[in-house]
């Protein structure tokens, strides 16, 4: 499936049952970074626009980081492999990443002109050495859990927006943990930019959320 073929919903209220998931606006995900994602630049001043549209309605605004220690189980550097080999153990894979987003690092902050004022929450993940987390809701062993499920439930949310990078990894399986957890899932599709590593792994991930219930918008089309 393509982006193109995808179906919109043409408008979304929001309301005060919803929050907004701001998926690893970092510098090492930038077009310049370590995993850098093309266009990842390109969303940001969008995305601070609908976050401060959001904070404005009083709903909760969460940032996810990536937060790898040295040598971190998905880094290929730690099996002495090259960048995107295929490597999968529990809790990593498909393919192994070049070293990122590690802890204290500057690839790992927040890019400058991302607005992390509007802010409620930060979900860090990734942070355990054997195990790689794509999802905000839980780590890629499917048994850990980053808290951000039990923090929205207990504030009353049962609706999601997600946004950032990468569409076809750590915003689609947040998506997908979210819809399994009993969350209406709304991805923001212009704000969200993909790898498409191994090919066909967007065309993958589109299919899948479709399947699942995982509903589309355009950040324009969403009013308070």
């Known amino acids: 499936m393509e982006i193109e073929k995808l179906k919109p919903t043409p408008s979304v209220k929001i309301n005060d049952k919803d929050a907004l ?3 690893d606006v970092q510098n090492d995900f930038m077009p310049d970074g370590a995993l850098g994602v093309k266009g990842g630049d390109e969303i940001i001043d969008s995305i601070n626009q ?4 959001f904070h404005k309605t009083e709903n909760v605004v969460i940032l ?12 290929a550097s730690s099996h002495n492999k090259r960048p995107y080999e295929p490597y999968e153990s529990e809790g990593i894979g498909p393919i192994l990443w ?4 590690v802890q204290g690092s500057n690839g790992a902050r927040f890019h400058d002109t991302l607005e992390t004022k509007f802010a409620n ?3 860090r993940k990734g942070y355990r050495p054997t195990i790689d ?4 809701f839980i780590e890629n062993d499917g048994k850990t859990y980053t808290g951000l499920s039990g923090y929205l439930k207990v504030l009353g949310k049962k609706r999601v927006f997600i946004c950032g990078l990468a569409l076809d990894y750590c915003v689609y399986y947040s998506a997908i ?6 969350f209406e899932i709304v991805v923001l599709v212009d704000l969200s ?8 792994q967007l065309s993958n991930a589109l299919k899948q959320m479709v399947e699942i219930g995982v509903n589309f918008v355009k950040s324009e089309n969403v009013t308070k």
């Open 21 to 23: 998931v701001i998926v």
């Open 50 to 53: 609908f976050s401060d549209k």
């Open 64 to 75: 996810t980081q990536d937060w790898h220690p040295p040598k971190h189980l998905s880094f």
């Open 98 to 101: 070049p070293d990122h987003c």
């Open 121 to 123: 929450a930060i979900i």
């Open 133 to 136: 987390s794509y999802s905000a």
């Open 177 to 182: 943990d979210g819809r399994n957890l009993g």
């Open 193 to 200: 930019k993909a790898i498409n590593s191994p090919p066909g």
